[in-house]
């Protein structure tokens, strides 16, 4: 934990008032926003507000939201999902990529461009994709802005994530108690297909990730 708590410092230190955090509310994220917020209570909470959570997940946003004084912001996409749906039908079952894409990448993004230092959640251990993940990397967003990208929890094991949680007696997400190891939205998130990789259950098995985190900007001509 020292590793992390170091991280977290150290980045601060640099400019607490241009840090943001990205929270999915997953348990990694509450575990890493407690830390968080010993240091920075209103850092910048960032929630993509999707439209297809769980109402689960809604609920224990808004609990943990209330009850720790979160300085919480919701981004939306430009289209509601009513208005995406009458336009493209049901992204996330032909297309989860581009669903992804309209609902979290660019709302994202969008918004990171007011920040100079965005902490995240993210781990080695979580899937293949982020086996070579540091505590410390760059990303370059649309605009050509580059910013500091930190993972504090990097190293950390699924163990460690649970055992730092019921020593701090953190509030839980009732969905991991239905077996879920990673949780995103409800249509494409469903029980892990193997033990091994915890986000096997993310979209059918069709891909690992949103996009938010291989996200590339497109060189301007």
Not at 48 to 56: C, K, N, P, R, V
Not at 113 to 135: C, H, N
Not at 201 to 211: F, H
Request: charged residues 25%.
């Amino acid at each position: 934990m020292s590793q992390a708590i170091e991280a977290i410092d150290h980045a601060l230190a640099q400019g607490a008032g241009q840090a943001c955090y990205t929270c999915s509310f997953q348990l990694e994220d509450v575990v890493l926003l407690d830390l968080l917020r010993q240091r920075a209570p209103q850092i910048p909470v960032l929630f993509l507000e999707t439209g297809y959570h769980f109402s689960a997940t809604y609920a224990y946003r808004d609990k943990i939201a209330n009850e720790w004084g979160l300085n919480l912001r919701n981004l939306t996409a430009i289209k509601s999902v009513a208005e995406q749906e009458a336009e493209f039908g049901k992204l996330y079952e032909e297309k989860p990529a581009a669903c992804c894409q309209l609902r979290k990448v660019e709302p994202l993004f969008n918004a990171l461009e007011d920040y100079e230092i965005w902490f995240t959640g993210l781990r080695r251990e979580q899937s293949p994709t982020r086996a070579k993940l540091e505590v410390v990397e760059e990303t370059t967003l649309k605009s050509g802005k580059t910013i500091a990208k930190i993972s504090p929890l990097a190293h950390w094991t699924w163990k460690e994530v649970w055992q730092y949680a019921r020593a701090n007696n953190l509030p839980i997400l009732e969905l991991y108690d239905q077996g879920y190891t990673s949780i995103g939205c409800e249509p494409c998130t469903a029980l892990p297909a193997s033990d091994e990789n915890l986000r096997s259950g993310r979209w059918g098995g069709k891909k690992l990730e949103c996009g938010i985190h291989t996200f590339a900007p497109v060189e301007s001509k």
